[in-house]
């Protein structure tokens, strides 16, 4: 028998038996649809965290002294008690590491914390607050949307000056224009300088709901005890090797904290690499379930789609036995049978592919889960699909070419 023809059979079964097929292709369409669905909900969230995560909270091609690491990972509760008696990192740390960085680093100091917000024209309200100093804005790639960034000037002096988020003057300043107005951040009153462009949002939390001032003004008190920073930032704009860069922090930071050659580091040093290596657990276990959450709908649809081809086996001995009868060899009857079984597994693959794909996106519109669908997870798809329609029909179609024409054709 011809392939071609032994599909269009395969296809004509599906239409003479709809609810025969609907259950043998159920199994095989939600394995293939949750493939589809994970991988791309994983690879979503990979290109996200890869690009806008690093570009927006760790910055590209940098290097961050801070107390403690910014994602800790799988830690101990030994190592996280042990985590929080270390020294906080000190605003006088800040010239020594950056006078033993080669000349043209950019570097920011940054002390945060979440503070209430107040206008007259909108109630208190907790937000985002920075005291910062140096080249934040360049770092972080902070453009002004409208008004404009902190000068140097306010910089050293310690203005009571602020760059908003987008959601900060909307929520605070209804209607208005908030350059040149008041807002009082901490009880203290501050003037709106610029309004930073939008920075949108990471897993659906918004970006934008920060106030930043020099760190010299009243802000540091409010955010930090006296003398206390929360993070160095450095970043090289020439070629300069993050790794070289870390090590330089790194042997800087030993010295003043006093650190013996055989005691470990008491301060994080992560480079933007480095952050993501959280994700990358993440992502593997992920993966994992990427595949296993879909084999039990497989083999689930595996055994259906054996238990229906052999029945069918059963209905259609007498067909069996008069095509041998007609010259039919074991093979074609093999075939046949195989490619059916390949068949209605291939229709549920591509089923459950369309479904997939919408799901994903489904997910992606309601929550704040990215989905990238990705094209080799479609033929993988496709490939599983007729992969277990022909491991799932080898013993039907084994038992329907072994029967003896003689016996089929006395089956009524």
Request: aromatic content about 6%.
């Amino acid at each position: 028998m011809k392939f071609i023809e032994a599909i269009r059979l395969a296809l004509a079964q599906i239409r003479v038996q709809k609810l025969k097929s609907f259950f043998t292709l159920l199994g095989v369409t939600i394995g293939v649809m949750f493939l589809i669905a994970v991988v791309s909900i994983v690879e979503g969230m990979s290109d996200y965290m890869e690009h806008d995560f690093v570009g927006k909270i760790v910055g590209l091609n940098t290097v961050t002294l801070r107390r403690n690491p910014e994602i800790g990972g799988d830690l101990s509760e030994a190592q996280w008690r042990a985590m929080q008696r270390w020294p906080r990192i000190m605003y006088s740390d800040v010239q020594p590491v950056v006078s033993a960085l080669p000349e043209g680093t950019l570097y920011s100091v940054e002390g945060y914390d979440n503070v209430p917000l107040q206008t007259q024209w909108a109630a208190p309200r907790t937000m985002d607050a920075s005291a910062v100093e140096g080249d934040y804005f360049k770092i972080r790639n902070m453009k002004i949307e409208s008004g404009r960034l902190i000068t140097q000037q306010e910089f050293e002096m310690g203005s009571s000056v602020l760059v908003i988020g987008q959601e900060v003057a909307k929520r605070f300043f209804p209607n208005l224009d908030p350059l040149g107005r008041e807002i009082k951040v901490a009880g203290r009153p501050y003037s709106v300088v610029g309004i930073a462009e939008s920075q949108g949002n990471i897993f659906g939390i918004s970006l934008d709901r920060f106030v930043i001032a020099p760190y010299r003004s009243p802000l540091r008190h409010a955010v930090n005890r006296p003398g206390v920073i929360d993070g160095l930032r450095i970043k090289s704009e020439g070629d300069q090797d993050l790794i070289e860069l870390q090590e330089t922090i790194r042997q800087v930071m030993r010295g003043r904290h006093g650190l013996r050659p055989s005691e470990a580091d008491n301060f994080a040093v992560e480079t933007s690499e480095s952050a993501l290596s959280f994700w990358t657990q993440i992502k593997s276990k992920l993966e994992i379930a990427a595949v296993v959450l879909p084999a039990v709908g497989l083999i689930v649809g595996a055994i259906v789609i054996m238990n229906i081809m052999l029945v069918a086996v059963a209905e259609r001995t007498r067909e069996i036995g008069i095509r041998k009868a007609l010259g039919a060899k074991r093979r074609d009857i093999l075939a046949q049978f195989l490619v059916e079984a390949a068949t209605l597994s291939t229709v549920g693959a591509i089923i459950g592919i369309i479904g997939g794909i919408l799901l994903s996106q489904l997910i992606a519109a309601v929550s704040p889960l990215p989905a990238t669908v990705a094209p080799w997870s479609i033929v993988v798809g496709v490939f599983v699909g007729a992969g277990v329609g022909i491991i799932s029909g080898i013993y039907p179609a084994s038992r329907a070419s072994l029967l003896d024409p003689v016996a089929a054709l006395r089956q009524e």
